[in-house]
């Protein structure tokens, strides 16, 4: 026989309490069994004088919710992935083959001379690579210096708008007025430029949870009691609803919890049936946010705030232990 099943039994034999008597060895187990004093049914059916009693929770169980929203766009590149990209750009622009102008232009007309001046403004027909000739004698050199700002996303953006203005423009028949390109939508939102921790449109690369504020001052993600008959599903459900109201599209993920808390009372505290409780027990159930916004006016349990903070900004809020217990259910981005 393996060693495994015996170092299972030895574990089970320790957790396992036994109504033999531990001084008498296996062998002679069979015989003291059959010699002990048989259990009558009344005994057996009375908590007191059974070999296992009834053992009552000493911690209060609660369930309590992870409610995120996830990354809305594409966290911002590096700097090595900012040169990277941009160097794949210039290579790009070595490797394809030169623009056949005579196919469009003959020559000597006003179009081709036209298309020589503006190469040699440009040096490139790619506005977002900056001054380079990927046909010239310099070709080798397309490497950026430090603070160029050539590869910054922005920059590449913001030229290939300013040439297709340029180009619209030169080819309207309007010249009243000077044609616009739209601009993308900046990556910083107006709940950024105000640190507006209520609202969603915020560090919109980041995962954002939902924290509240007890009536004592205390900030913690939403929990409460699991009530008789409820599960921990339905208990985190019950619990979202009654912290942050029903005007949210909330998905629960799974049915089992993602992490725990536990805290101990400074004093034992007595529950409605008299029994000692020593301390307080949270499970916390995954869920998403698809639509919606928290609302505290109806809350039922006292809550008096709310934010969406990163898992970097929960730790300023929230007490050292129990940031401890929740920080690896969160996401670092």
Same mark, same amino acid.
């Given at each position: 026989?393996?060693?495994?099943?015996?170092?299972?039994?030895?574990?089970?034999?320790?957790?396992?309490?036994?109504?033999?008597?531990?001084?008498?060895?296996?062998?002679?187990?069979?015989?003291?069994?059959?010699?002990?004093?048989p259990?009558?049914?009344?005994?057996?059916?009375?908590?007191?004088s059974?070999?296992?009693?009834?053992?009552?929770?000493?911690?209060?169980?609660?369930?309590?919710?992870?409610?995120?929203?996830?990354?809305?766009? =594409?966290? &911002?590149?590096t700097?090595?992935?900012?040169a990277?990209?941009?160097?794949?750009?210039?290579?790009?622009? @070595?490797?394809?083959?030169?623009?056949?102008?005579?196919?469009?232009?003959?020559? #000597?007309?006003?179009?081709?001379? $036209?298309w020589?001046?503006?190469?040699?403004?440009?040096? =490139?027909?790619a506005?977002?690579? #900056?001054?380079?000739?990927?046909?010239?004698?310099?070709?080798?050199? &397309?490497?950026?210096?430090?603070?160029?700002?050539?590869?910054?996303?922005?920059?590449?953006?913001?030229?290939?708008?300013? $040439?297709?203005?340029?180009?619209?423009?030169?080819?309207?028949?309007?010249?009243? *007025? *000077?044609?616009?390109?739209?601009?993308?939508?900046?990556?910083?939102?107006?709940?950024?430029?105000?640190?507006?921790q209520?609202?969603?449109? @915020?560090?919109?690369?980041?995962?954002?949870?939902?924290l509240?504020?007890?009536?004592?001052?205390?900030?913690?993600?939403?929990?409460?009691?699991?009530?008789?008959?409820?599960?921990? @599903?339905?208990?985190?459900e019950?619990?979202?609803?009654?912290?942050?109201?029903?005007?949210?599209?909330?998905?629960?993920? #799974?049915?089992?919890?993602?992490?725990?808390?536990?805290?101990?009372?400074?004093?034992?505290?007595? $529950?409605?049936?008299?029994?000692?409780?020593?301390?307080? *027990?949270t499970?916390?159930?995954?869920?998403?946010?698809?639509? #919606?916004?928290? &609302?505290?006016?109806?809350?039922?349990?006292?809550?008096? $705030?709310?934010?969406?903070?990163?898992?970097?900004?929960?730790?300023?809020?929230?007490?050292?232990?129990?940031?401890?217990?929740? *920080?690896?259910?969160?996401?670092?981005?």
């Amino acid at each position: 026989m393996s060693s495994a099943p015996n170092g299972a039994r030895r574990i089970a034999s320790v957790l396992r309490p036994s109504i033999v008597d531990s001084g008498v060895c296996r062998s002679c187990r069979r015989n003291y069994a059959s010699a002990a004093t048989p259990i009558s049914t009344s005994e057996i059916a009375s908590p007191s004088s059974s070999p296992f009693p009834v053992v009552k929770p000493t911690h209060i169980i609660k369930a309590g919710v992870v409610l995120s929203r996830p990354p809305q766009i =594409t966290r &911002d590149l590096t700097s090595f992935e900012k040169a990277y990209f941009f160097y794949q750009k210039r290579l790009n622009e @070595r490797l394809a083959l030169p623009f056949t102008k005579y196919f469009y232009f003959k020559r #000597g007309t006003p179009a081709d001379e $036209d298309w020589k001046r503006k190469i040699r403004e440009r040096e =490139t027909p790619a506005r977002d690579i #900056g001054k380079y000739n990927a046909y010239s004698k310099e070709a080798w050199n &397309d490497e950026l210096l430090v603070g160029a700002v050539e590869s910054e996303p922005e920059h590449q953006v913001e030229m290939l708008v300013q $040439d297709a203005e340029a180009t619209v423009n030169a080819t309207s028949q309007d010249t009243s *007025k *000077k044609e616009e390109i739209p601009r993308p939508f900046s990556r910083a939102t107006e709940a950024d430029q105000k640190n507006d921790q209520k609202s969603l449109n @915020r560090a919109l690369q980041r995962t954002l949870y939902l924290l509240v504020q007890t009536k004592e001052g205390f900030w913690k993600l939403p929990s409460s009691s699991i009530e008789t008959g409820e599960t921990l @599903r339905l208990a985190a459900e019950r619990t979202l609803a009654q912290s942050a109201g029903v005007n949210m599209n909330t998905w629960m993920v #799974g049915y089992h919890p993602v992490g725990h808390h536990m805290y101990n009372f400074r004093y034992p505290k007595t $529950d409605a049936t008299g029994h000692e409780l020593l301390g307080e *027990k949270t499970f916390f159930m995954k869920s998403r946010i698809m639509a #919606g916004q928290a &609302d505290l006016a109806a809350n039922s349990q006292n809550l008096q $705030d709310f934010k969406w903070l990163a898992k970097d900004e929960i730790a300023k809020f929230v007490l050292p232990q129990y940031y401890s217990n929740i *920080k690896n259910m969160l996401a670092e981005r």
